[in-house]
Every structure is written in C-alpha cells, then in structure tokens.
C-alpha cells in the first residue's frame, strides 16, 4: 500500500469531525485514490481536545475513511518517522498549520495545508457547543459518535474547564499585548520510580503531572523548579543538592501545547536514586501525590496533563 502512486495522506485533529472536514478529505481523495486519516495527537481528554484519539477515528470510520492514530511526538523528524511509515513519499495534507510549519522542509513529497478557516470554525462552534449550544457542523454519524462517548458528567466536566479557560484568557484580555507566561516542572527520580503529582485544580483536574508551577517574578527557574517541588510534594531539596542530582534540562515551548496560552516551561530532571527521604505529602494545588514505576509512568500517556507525557518519555525512554 506504502508504494502506490495513488495513497495520499492526511493528518490532523478532529474535535469533532466536521462536515468541513468531510469535504475537504473528499476533495483531497479525488478520484480513485486512497486516502489514509492520521490523527495526529494521542492528548488526554480535555476542553480543548474532547474526543480521544481513538474516538476522533471511530467518526472518521463511521463515514467511510481509513484511519489510523499515531502517538504526539516532541520533534518535527519523530513527526515524519511517523508518517514516512503509514505512507512513504506520499502526498500529505495537514489540518494543523503548526504540523505544516514544522514538516515543510522535511517532507519530502507534495505537502498542502488545508484552509485554516476549517479549523477556527470548529473550534468556534465547539466553544459554542461546550456553552450549551448543539453542534452544528457535523452529521449524523459524527453526531451519534459524541453521544456515545461523552455521558453528562464528562460533558459537565469538560464544559466548567472551557468556562475556566474563558475567563482565564478574558483576564488577560486588558493586557498591552499577549501574554507570555514561564512555568516549572521537575521530574524527580529514585530508583525505578517517579514522582507524580495528581492535579487538584482546572485545568486538567483529576489528571496526573509533574510537579510545578508558575514563575514568581523575583525567582530564577531553577528556584522556581525547587520552590514548587516543596510546595506540592513537600520534597525539599538545597540548590547544592539539586544540583548535585540533576541530570538533565529542557524548555518546551511549542506553542499550542497549554490551552492556557503561550506558556513555556523549563524542566528539570533530578535523579534522588539512594537518598533518605520523608513521606511526602500531597500540598498546595495538588489532590494526591504518588511514586510510580517508570514503566508504569511510560504508560499514563492518556491520564497525564497537556504535554507532561512528553516530558516523562523525553528524559525516561533513554534512562529507563
């Protein structure tokens, strides 16, 4: 199939399925072509995202496409590892202008973005939809798919997160320009265990992270990364210790990754294996708090908040 002339490819996130979405995937098809529907996403599920990845491909399913779900990746090449798998050198469109973005250059066949309008229409009508609005945009097939995944305590659930994203972005709104906001997160590591912490607040109540939080304005990151480690884990490290342990750093900052807004976050990895500690207690935003298994953790990708999956699998895939 990988070698036909005439499979095309295309890649995106469907939340939901609309009747625009159909028409282009119709179009892009054409006549007699195969197409292959990638979802391009593997994110828990959230305001932003609310249908899971399996789900988004149950609706595409339902009329009539193949698809495939493949797992979020951290670099643009992972991206295209991916692809190059489903359908070498095969024509790709993409629904998402930062997917387009990142793979120009490294797709090395015919690459078409789809008209960006799709996208903010949907997501237009998905806010409305998350207010109490029905969703227009969709067919009956799609329709039916929503009903069944979602019963009224999910929906109720994601519907108070968009109303906390609403007025998180309307407090902002008076700014000069928009905001740009630095958080912290620490990955900490003993033995063959991290340590998780299990959001208390919106967004992504109930969902497991690492340990972090904003930026004060006084702090270096570093500080920062350490404050917020004692203040939800009750883990208090010296700056001696810290840096002793540390075996690692990145910032993530690809944009779209906090529903938030433009949130870039540095991270901190720290190995304690073959320290003392103390019970840890669960404090300040989180609700409980738990040492897993890295093997285990490895595999939360669908109960982890936002990107914290990437960052697990970022430092623990070539540490485990």
Known sequence: MTKSASLRLAV?????????????????????NLIVVVVGAHMPRSSRYPFTAEEQVVMLQSVGFEAVAIEDALLPA????????????????????????????????????????????????????????TF???????????????????????????????AYHQSWSVAPYPPVHVTVDALIRKDDRVLLIKRG????????ALPG???????????????????????????????????G???????ERSARGRTIS???????????????????DAAALKWTGVDCALKMRAHMFEDHYLMLHHFLSTDA
């Open 201 to 208: 607040g919106l967004p992504g109540r109930g969902q497991w």
């Open 136 to 166: 227009i945009d969709v067919g009956e097939q799609v329709r039916r798919v929503m009903d069944r995944v979602l019963d009224a305590d999910t929906y109720r659930a994601l519907a108070e997160e968009h109303a906390y994203i609403e």
């Open 12 to 32: 995106g996130r469907f939340h939901p399925l609309s009747d625009d979405h159909v028409r282009a995937l119709e179009d892009w098809r054409g006549e007699g």
């Open 78 to 133: 992972e991206r295209v590892v991916q692809l190059t798998a489903i359908g070498e050198n095969a024509p790709l469109l993409s629904f998402d202008a930062g997917y387009g973005d990142e793979l120009q250059g490294l797709w090395v066949s015919e690459l078409t973005l789809a008209d960006p309008e799709i996208s903010q229409k949907t997501a237009v009508q998905r806010a409305a939809w998350l207010n109490g609005d």
């Open 266 to 284: 540095h991270v901190f990895y720290f190995d304690l294996s073959g320290m003392d500690l103390p019970a840890l207690e669960a404090g300040d």
């Open 213 to 247: 939080g904003f930026l004060d304005p006084h702090e270096t990151v570093f500080a920062a990364a350490l404050r917020e480690l004692q203040e939800e884990t009750g883990l208090s490290l010296s700056e001696r210790q810290a840096l002793q342990r540390l075996k």
């Open 249 to 255: 750093q990145r910032v993530f900052d690809q944009p």
